[in-house]
């Protein structure tokens, strides 16, 4: 069910890097013009983004690659319309690149921060107008943990519930859709849509104009971006939008046009559309220590704080660097950033110590981030400078004073909800971590198991064999409660066993069951002589109605899950659904009957002449329904808002 959560969520990867490196560009006035591609990475990136197309069935796919001592490469593959048969243009067709748009707020923010209006330590709601983060923990919110992704916010769906044309500012949004503040500020890093929302408030509110004019007037006009927007497709130009590629989802065997997902005031956070040829000076300006062509956005030493990490409690795992997801992938630091918009993936890293940047989009949600990130790694890999080191640093050795067992359980995302219903749909834990031969781990995330091997040198650090790292962390006491992933933005909590996903499963298994066996024998009883007493009818009506309340709540539970998981972009316009309001409704009759059930106790034993197996059946049933009903409690069913 965490999946469902994951329907309208995403962004992943990259690695650290400190120093400012001035990269020979071309066009700039540090180097010199470059008039070719590179002839052989050509030819390796077409073989490969042509064998992906097929492979993983996508439409259309978009690459743009910055390297040293060549102009940029600028390809497209495949379809950018279906049913037109319109190839994709690297230079001219539009890809919407998601969360990669956060890497222009993010710059933003630390133009204003170089010229002194911001300062990244100071509570948040001193630069905001409209909106205010509530108090919690005794400790303000930062730019900086919003730069980090450790502002400490749970996850919602609301984000994605605001269509285009809603006429609501961005303040009014963010204060209507606060989310809760779970965490201390700086203990947990947890990707935030809204959080990346009101950073671009507070450039908006700091400089004075509208982020959308900051964002075209400051930074896409400057570097020559002319196709790059932030509109919704349904309000560009028509230009433009004639020349944005289709998105498609895969069904039947073949790709069928979708909706586009729409965000309104929320854009800064995803909206974005570009071409891989416009990424390409985006790369090149981050790349050259923040100018482009002679034009200068950031100093130099602004530029390369933004690749540095202000919280680096996990130095040889990955985490956010100022924005930028930070990681190592076979020695190599990268930063960069993904993002998904329903039927659109996109994914940028830069390998900055390489003069390497790589921009890569496709218009399908087929596969996820597969063949992206296929491209982008063997790409690093092709340009790293030990091809004879691509193993990777994972050996066989031992994990430094630990063994497998300390990490061995089931962990849970914490990018997801607490406070409300939608809590429910992260019960699936993200992460489930059992031990293998040679204090080696086997990690399953998303249904795929990988084998993690310790990297030596570093405690509670793993990584598999494709270069992702797995980093534990553990309390004051030792014990290991916490797991990072290689996206960077993401933390996961472990498990204990009355909030264990499961545990909810087998409470509402143990319920129906209990169900369905008082119903039979109710229907077996029916016609037989017996001596009746008012205590025992009365307790035997409750059973029957608690029986019938569990399966009530059984069938809208299960339909609650299949529409969760058909939803579309379009229809999270409409979030809730109604089924989320009955299934609530039918939590709350759960209760109920639970309550009723635990008082009828007394009369079931004490005055009802039924035989000992038919009162312990009926302590059972109440017994399990209480704890299926502190169970729905628990993962916010009932007593929690629905959004």
């Not at 329907?7 to 400190?18: E, V």
């Amino acid at each position: 069910m965490s999946r469902l959560f994951a329907i309208a969520i995403a962004a992943l990867f990259a690695g650290p890097s400190l120093g400012a490196q001035e990269i020979p560009v071309p066009g700039t006035d540090t180097a010199p013009v470059v008039a070719e591609t590179d002839p052989e990475l050509t030819a390796f990136v077409d073989g490969l983004a042509r064998a992906l197309v097929r492979d993983k069935d996508l439409p259309g796919l978009t690459v743009g690659i910055v390297s040293p001592d060549a102009a940029p490469l600028v390809k497209g593959y495949g379809l950018a319309d279906v049913e037109a048969g319109t190839p994709v243009d690297g230079s001219q067709t539009l890809f919407r690149i998601g969360s990669v748009s956060k890497t222009f707020t993010w710059t933003a923010v630390m133009m204003l921060i170089e010229r002194g209006l911001l300062d990244p330590d100071a509570d948040i709601n001193t630069y905001l107008k409209q909106v205010r983060v509530d108090d919690a923990f005794d400790a303000p919110v930062t730019m900086h943990h919003l730069m980090s992704h450790r502002a400490g916010f749970e996850d919602t769906f609301a984000v994605f519930t605001v269509s285009d044309d809603d006429p609501r500012s961005r303040s009014e949004l963010l204060a209507l859709h606060q989310p809760r503040r779970v965490f201390p500020p700086g203990a947990r890093t947890s990707y935030s849509n809204w959080g990346a929302a009101l950073a671009a408030q507070v450039v908006e509110d700091v400089a004075g104009v509208p982020y959308d004019t900051f964002l075209y007037q400051e930074i896409l006009a400057p570097l020559g971006m002319d196709s790059t927007n932030i509109e919704a497709p349904s309000r560009m130009a028509a230009p433009l939008k004639a020349r944005l590629a289709k998105g498609y989802e895969f069904a039947q065997g073949g790709h069928v046009e979708g909706e586009p997902m729409q965000i309104g005031a929320y854009a800064p956070a995803g909206a974005m559309a570009s071409t891989a040829a416009d990424m390409t000076r985006w790369m090149r300006f981050h790349l050259n220590g923040g100018q482009l062509d002679g034009v200068r956005l950031l100093g130099a030493k602004s530029h390369a704080l933004m690749r540095t990490r202000v919280f680096d409690d996990r130095p040889e795992a990955a985490d956010v660097a100022h924005g930028f997801q930070s990681r190592t992938h076979r020695g190599v630091s990268t930063l960069g950033h993904g993002g998904a918009t329903a039927l659109y993936r996109a994914q940028m890293v830069l390998a900055p110590d390489l003069g390497l940047g790589i921009f890569v989009a496709q218009n399908s949600n087929r596969g996820g981030y597969a063949a992206l990130s296929t491209l982008t790694d063997l790409v690093v890999e092709r340009f790293a400078p030990s091809p004879a080191d691509m193993a990777g640093a994972a050996t066989s050795e031992p994990a430094p004073a630990a063994s497998a067992a300390d990490y061995v359980g089931r962990y849970r995302n914490n990018r997801r909800s607490f406070s409300t219903f939608t809590a429910a749909f992260s019960t699936d834990e993200s992460l489930v971590v059992v031990g293998g031969e040679d204090g080696a781990l086997i990690v399953t995330a998303n249904d795929q198991p990988r084998r993690y091997l310790p990297v030596p040198g570093t405690a509670d650090l793993f990584e598999a064999d494709t270069g992702a790292r797995l980093m534990f962390q553990r309390d004051d006491a030792g014990q290991v409660t916490t797991a990072n992933d290689s996206s960077g933005v993401h933390s996961y909590e472990r498990s204990g066993a009355l909030n264990a996903g499961p545990t909810l499963v087998l409470s509402l298994v143990a319920a129906t069951l209990l169900a369905l066996t008082t119903l039979l024998g109710t229907a077996w009883r029916w016609g037989r002589p017996a001596v009746r007493t008012a205590p025992g009818l009365l307790a035997s009506r409750v059973a029957v109605f608690s029986a019938l309340s569990v399966l009530l709540f059984l069938t809208i539970a299960v339909a609650t899950v299949a529409v969760m998981s058909g939803l579309g972009a379009s229809d999270l316009l409409r979030y809730p659904p109604t089924v989320m309001h009955l299934a609530r409704a039918a939590g709350w009759l759960l209760a109920v009957m639970a309550a009723i059930m635990l008082l009828a106790l007394r009369p079931a034993w004490a005055g009802s002449n039924w035989g000992l197996w038919r009162r312990l059946h009926f302590t059972a049933f109440a017994l399990a329904l209480a704890f299926l009903v502190f169970q729905l409690w628990q993962w916010r069913v009932i007593g929690a808002p629905l959004i």
